[in-house]
């Protein structure tokens, strides 16, 4: 018999929680509302009382924190080309450019030594990237953009329950003008299905975070209403809140359940297979995903295929997005950022969730064992 196909994400959704996400469905009220409210007041207590705001998407936030920072037309803003290309793009969608800087090739994050020669005098604000769930130096990061008087918005897309330094990603760091910006999408660490929230400075308003993130409706108590600013349609539904709520009571088990499978990778994977295995940091990161890179003479392509036969889900998590046509088109070419593109080549995403059994990881091992020789 063989056996069921093992994806290399799923979500843990409990009975209770999808009881409570009916009784929301039975109640006629399903946009937002006051599950939305009681899930920021949970994001706010876990990031240390920080005023939180829940969006429809990670995305969302990242392009309202660009919005709630002033970035524009003109400016400049710092980034990683190592991510999904949302972190990119919302730089776009405010007028502002992009401007890259190459990782570094051990933790595959925004190399912080090259980022502040990257700084120009329009350069507004810097978005790094926890990448599959590993912190960005907090302290250095936040030393380099005060010292430029630059904007944090930290993009924790990837990252909700990891830490630095004992302290919840999501708390305050450095100088604490910091944005964080997190992601509930249905292959994160905590999912709310679609969504995201955001972690406001404290000199933001948070009014002003809810009006563009609700077409810049201020209402009145006598009923009244009036629209000044410019905003969006990226609010949470209470369906969507009511799983979140439900995931919070697994944060950590979760988080446990990651680092004991990351772990056991460690443990498994032959060295003589030639695979380069990310940094083993089982106090900080949150193991969103496992991803090694594969030997450079690999067929990547071949390999995922012959996973793919034994039923095993492969992911790329992610290509170098500044090759991408849209940023070809841009000023971008092959060679700009060899660290991310040779990353970028070489990087696979193996099977990675909470409800995985130490049973689907030793296949996965097996699995690779038998198909790496065979992809070259």
């Not at 929230?197 to 948070?206: G, K, S, W």
């Not at 297979?273 to 991803?291: E, R």
Request: aromatic residues 8%.
């Amino acid at each position: 018999m063989s056996l069921p196909f093992l994806p290399f994400t799923r979500p843990s959704i409990d009975e209770e929680t999808i009881a409570e996400v009916a009784a929301v469905l039975r109640s006629g009220w399903i946009t937002s509302g006051p599950k939305v409210q009681a899930f920021e007041a949970a994001l706010s207590a876990y990031c240390g009382g920080r005023p939180v705001r829940a969006f429809n998407s990670g995305t969302a936030t990242l392009e309202v924190a660009l919005r709630l920072a002033g970035v524009g037309a003109g400016d400049t803003v710092i980034t990683t080309p190592l991510t999904w290309v949302a972190t990119a793009n919302v730089i776009l969608e405010v007028g502002a450019t992009p401007l890259f800087v190459d990782v570094d090739p051990v933790s595959r994050n925004i190399d912080l030594e090259r980022l502040e020669a990257a700084i120009t005098p329009q350069t507004r604000a810097v978005i790094p990237v926890d990448l599959a769930g590993l912190p960005v130096d907090r302290q250095r990061l936040h030393a380099i953009a005060g010292k430029h008087n630059l904007r944090v918005i930290e993009d924790a897309a990837q990252s909700f329950g990891a830490s630095w330094q004992g302290q919840p990603i999501g708390a305050s760091f450095g100088n604490g003008s910091d944005f964080v910006s997190f992601s509930f999408h249905a292959n994160k660490n905590l999912t709310t299905s679609e969504g995201g929230a955001l972690v406001l400075p404290a000199d933001i308003d948070p009014g002003l975070c809810e009006r563009l993130r609700l077409q810049g409706v201020r209402r009145f108590p006598d009923g009244g209403m009036d629209v000044d600013v410019l905003g969006g349609k990226f609010n949470l539904t209470d369906i969507a809140a009511t799983i979140g709520l439900g995931q919070m009571k697994h944060l950590a088990a979760f988080t446990a359940r990651r680092r004991e499978l990351a772990r056991r990778y460690f443990e498994r994977l032959d060295p003589a297979l030639g695979l380069q295995l990310p940094p083993a940091d089982f106090g900080n990161c949150n193991w969103h995903m496992f991803q090694p890179l594969l030997p450079a003479a690999v067929a990547r392509g071949q390999f995922i295929a012959r996973m793919k036969e034994r039923g095993i889900g492969v992911g790329v998590h992610y290509p170098a997005l500044h090759l991408f046509s849209l940023y070809r088109k841009l000023g971008c070419k092959d060679g700009d950022f060899p660290h991310a593109e040779d990353i970028g080549r070489r990087t696979v995403t193996l099977p990675l969730f909470p409800a995985m059994t130490d049973a689907d990881m030793d296949r996965v091992c097996a699995a690779i064992e038998n198909c790496l020789p065979q992809c070259h």
